[in-house]
């Protein structure tokens, strides 16, 4: 159920006075936040339901958000007005009622233009009675003061002896990126940094802004903003935790003064001085830790970070960008447009409160949905700027004019004590923000014409489009009908895109069919189609002529009677629209089914099934050679059922399976088509004379003589394709790859019912014979037994895995029932072996082959580390070459000035042994980049921590005697002995 929030209806909070006016402007109202701390170990700040209030000219209010009370003020002069927000800290000790109230402003005169930092300090006894005491701490920075906040209380030995008094450092931040330290108690100054720390990222003299400030602690920081990653904080001397030592962090980002409308900002991380270096008085000790630029440049932006969630959000131009960090790099997470969005508050992560002139609005920037809104009263030209917001009483605070409002904020009803998850992709349903239209017109550009775009798709519905294919439709069945096959071809061939040859000088041909040559038909003024070179080269069609041609050049037959009589059957065998459809891949399943979608009824939903079996049959009728089936299973999407057909063809062609329930090939070849048409010469339709009649022993005689013919025919073909079967071997591994990629289920289900058990033994067999043949059997480093036998091409390396596959799919199909009756089977052969010598061969076969791979693997790894060896050491001779000794170069020059010839020797490399676990010297890189990108110089610290790395887990140096007596290097050579 999706989340509801509410949003009440807003209520003024205070009634503010009017400020006086500014040099620049009108006054204005500047509100901070009020934090507290509690004296002892492990306190830390908490923010209060409070609020301090600047008002220029008048006084410094802080105010109780609950009760909507004024606890105190503090007046400054009428000329003095505020530079930033208001800081307050209230310390009470643990031992005793007493509490102490430090409140800082930042002022400027109007007048002398003095700058000022002011402390009003409030001290609030057991008995009741208040102590008001001020202090004041002229500075001399060029630009004025844009942020103040106090550092965390320090714990030393006076801070645990006098609690009643908080030892802290008050930090100021000037517009130009000058940081001051001032001493909280008496505001006199400790340390001054220059600009120079923020401008090393910043373009060279463009100055510095600073646009946000917000202090942190270390640790939320490095689990915020880098991921627990603490490398860029090795600057402390001590290790940061979050109970223990945890100093103070600035973030800050910042722009170039001198830059566009639109400012490229950057983020800066800063250390502030520890509790020791706080000590040191005039020494400036704040680190840059870290530096980056934010991805996108926007102009003025108000910017709201949330430290531990490492989330920061910039409001620019009506546009909320939200910022994740990844290893302290800021990356765009997403990004709210919201045009007439002024300020906004971070609810949660998911949830953002957002400040218009008319309303207040809770929207979730992760998936741009509008979650609860509610109306403002509208006042002309006044804004609400919100504040504040305190999760433990879900309120809101907001600045509107010279009112204080709240709005509270009601979570869902259904949420229990404990928060369940909000911001879901349920809750952002059906409440998406709409995008918004670009203003400005996209530019025209003059694109060239596509060729691919310039027609319309193939069957592109038209009504001048159906009229034209329903009168093409018509004038090629007439051409059908009057068995003018010339022009049914060259109409069809027009709606394929294919071109035509030119007529050439017939000779006389085999036909393909049955072999037979014939001297005058019409079959040889048939014309030549211009068969494209790649399959990928076939033009885009009109489905509906694919599906006309396959109703032309197939036959479907129901036949009721004779149930085991063929449906499929091809009327137009010697026709080149047959060679079009297979070669093109239109013969699939589904295209067959809409080409016969009204004959097919009455099978239901066996049809796939059906059409699967018949249809390999039907191509191998036509052509016995089997070219049509080759080229049918490498250009067409099948299915396990055409597979497994016309892997039962194959085999049963190259006697491969021994049962009787395999087709024969010539029983393909001289089954009687009763569908197919055939073309006869002019004097075969001639009428014959009663003289000329032929008995019923004529006509028998010439029967068998075709069918002798045709037998002839089919071993010519057979034969004339070489002993080794190139063409059905072709098909046959066609079909296996195509096999192996198909689900193995609906694989093992269609060897079941295609497939009897001894066929898929036989099928297995086959299988154990391709992976004996190519090598998979043989060990890699075995020697080769006959070194005259011709070298065979290499089989491919998924081979095993592909025979591997279809190896236990037919374990599969033949099941357990036909494995305990095996024996039964091998009988039927004619076999000796029984059922347990068979399994024992297949599992010898089955772990030579894994052990064939196992060594492969490991040949692989020993050349690969000796390959790697070979290229490291060969690179650092060709380094050593590039930088000659410039000791030898100097002794060369002087022996050419004195005109002596130099030799060089040539060392002649002998063979070895492999390199096996050798590693080569690498240099050490003398820099190395640091997180951002930053490309610095290593310190010898790191270089010599790398070069430890390089020793051996332990050596024996042992100073040779040679050494100690040898007075030419001046120092003992020292000889390395590395104990392995």
Request: hydrophobic content about 35%; charged content about 25%.
């Amino acid at each position: 159920m999706a989340t509801t929030l509410q949003i009440h209806k807003p209520y003024v909070l205070k009634a503010l006075s009017h400020p006086l006016g500014r040099p620049d402007g009108p006054g204005k109202h500047t509100v901070g936040e009020v934090y507290g701390q509690v004296s002892g170990p492990g306190s830390k700040k908490r923010k209060r339901s409070e609020l301090a209030v600047a008002i220029d000219g008048d006084s410094v209010h802080l105010y109780d958000i609950p009760s909507a009370q004024a606890i105190t003020s503090y007046l400054v002069p009428p000329q003095a007005y505020f530079t930033c927000a208001p800081y307050s800290l209230r310390w009470r000790s643990s031992t005793s009622k007493t509490a102490s109230r430090y409140t800082y402003a930042s002022t400027q005169d109007s007048l002398s233009a003095k700058k000022e930092i002011k402390l009003f300090k409030d001290v609030v006894a057991e008995a009741g009675n208040t102590t008001s005491t001020t202090a004041t701490h002229i500075h001399r920075c060029a630009k004025p003061i844009v942020h103040i906040s106090a550092t965390s209380v320090r714990t030393s030995r006076d801070t645990l002896t006098n609690q009643d008094t908080p030892a802290h450092d008050l930090i100021a931040v000037s517009a130009d990126g000058t940081l001051i330290s001032l001493a909280g108690e008496s505001l006199t100054e400790k340390w001054q940094s220059s600009p120079s720390i923020l401008t090393q990222e910043l373009p060279s003299n463009a100055g510095c802004h600073v646009d946000f400030v917000q202090p942190a602690l270390a640790a939320d920081v490095i689990d915020g903003m880098f991921g627990g990653k603490n490398e860029l904080f090795g600057v402390f001397q001590e290790k940061i935790h979050r109970q223990g030592f945890n100093p103070d962090i600035l973030v800050l980002v910042t722009s170039p003064e001198k830059s566009e409308f639109t400012r490229q900002r950057y983020l800066h991380i800063l250390a502030l001085p520890t509790e020791r270096a706080s000590q040191q008085v005039n020494q400036q000790n704040v680190i840059p830790i870290f530096a980056a630029p934010l991805p996108t440049k926007t102009g003025a932006a108000k910017f709201q970070l949330d430290v531990r969630s490492g989330t920061l959000q910039e409001l620019s131009e009506g546009v909320l960008y939200t910022y994740a960090f990844n290893g302290g790099i800021p990356r765009l997470e997403n990004k709210l447009e919201v045009p007439e969005m002024a300020s906004f508050l971070r609810l949660s992560k998911t949830s953002v409160l957002a400040a218009t002139t008319d309303s207040l609005t809770v929207y979730n920037p992760v998936y741009r949905s509008l979650q609860a809104t509610a109306p403002l009263e509208v006042e002309e030209g006044i804004s609400c700027e919100l504040v504040t917001y305190l999760p433990s009483r879900e309120i809101a605070v907001g600045l509107r004019g010279t009112s204080l409002i709240a709005v509270q904020i009601e979570a869902p009803k259904t949420r229990t004590s404990k928060r369940r998850a909000e911001g879901l992709l349920a809750d952002s349903i059906r409440r998406g923000l709409p995008r918004a239209q670009p203003t400005q017109k996209r530019g025209y550009v003059e694109l060239p014409p596509s060729a691919i775009l310039a027609e319309a798709l193939p069957g592109t519905m038209t009504e001048e489009y159906l009229a034209q294919l329903a009168a093409d439709t018509a004038k090629a069945d007439e051409y059908l009908n009057a068995n003018n096959l010339k022009e049914f071809e060259e109409l069809l061939a027009a709606q394929f895109k294919i071109q035509l040859k030119a007529k050439k000088e017939k000779k006389d041909k085999k036909d393909k069919v049955n072999g037979a040559t014939e001297d005058k038909t019409e079959t040889s003024d048939l014309p030549e189609w211009s068969w494209p070179s790649k399959r990928s080269d076939y033009p885009q069609v009109d489905r509906r002529w694919v599906f006309y041609a396959i109703s032309r050049v197939f036959a479907w037959t129901n036949s009721s009677e004779n149930p085991k009589a063929t449906h499929l059957s091809c009327r137009l065998a010697e026709s080149s629209v047959l060679n079009y459809l297979v070669d093109a891949g239109h013969l699939t399943i589904s295209n067959i089914k809409s080409a016969f979608k009204e004959e097919i009824r009455e099978l239901g939903d066996q049809i796939d099934n059906v059409i699967g079996e018949e249809l390999p049959a039907v191509l191998v009728e036509v052509d016995p050679a089997m070219e049509l089936l080759v080229v049918y299973l490498s250009s067409t999407q099948t299915s396990p059922s055409e597979l497994v057909t016309s892997i039962k063809l194959i085999l049963s062609s190259l006697d491969l399976l021994n049962t009787s329930s395999a087709p024969k090939l010539q029983e393909l070849v001289l089954r009687p088509s009763p569908n197919a048409t055939t073309t006869t010469s002019e004097a075969d339709k001639q009428p014959q004379d009663k003289d000329t009649e032929m008995t019923d022993d004529d006509v028998a005689i010439t029967n068998q003589l075709d069918q002798a013919e045709q037998e002839l025919q089919l071993t010519e073909f057979l034969a004339t394709s070489s002993p080794r079967y190139p063409l059905r071997a072709r098909g046959l591994s066609a079909a296996f790859s195509k096999l192996s990629a198909c689900p193995s289920l609906p694989t093992v289900h269609t060897l079941r019912r295609l497939l009897t058990a001894e066929e898929i033994v036989c099928l297995m067999n086959v299988l154990r014979n391709e992976m004996i043949k190519d090598g998979w059997t043989t060990r890699y480093l075995a020697d080769s037994e006959s070194s005259d036998e011709e070298e065979q091409e290499a089989p491919p390396d998924g081979s095993i895995k592909l025979i591997a596959d279809l190896l236990s799919r037919c374990i599969d199909a033949v099941g357990l029932g036909g494995w305990m009756g095996f024996d039964a089977i091998l009988r039927s052969w004619g076999s000796q072996q029984d059922a347990a010598e068979f399994f024992e061969d297949f599992q010898n076969e089955v772990s030579v082959a894994l052990e064939g791979l196992n060594e492969t693997v490991r040949l692989q790894g020993m050349i690969g580390e000796a390959t790697n060896y070979a290229k490291r050491a060969n690179s650092s001779l060709i380094n050593a070459a590039s930088k000659p000794n410039k000791a030898s170069s100097a002794a060369a020059a002087a022996a050419e000035g004195e005109g002596i010839t130099t030799t060089t020797a040539v060392v002649q490399l002998s063979a070895g042994p492999l390199p096996l676990g050798l590693k080569t010297e690498e240099k050490i890189g003398l820099e190395r980049v640091r997180g951002g990108g930053e490309i610095v110089q290593r310190s010898m610290r790191q270089i010599g921590m790398f070069v430890s790395k390089k020793r051996r887990g332990y050596e024996v140096h042992r100073i040779s005697e040679e050494g100690l007596l040898s007075k030419g290097s001046g120092r003992p050579s020292l000889v390395v002995q590395e104990a392995l």
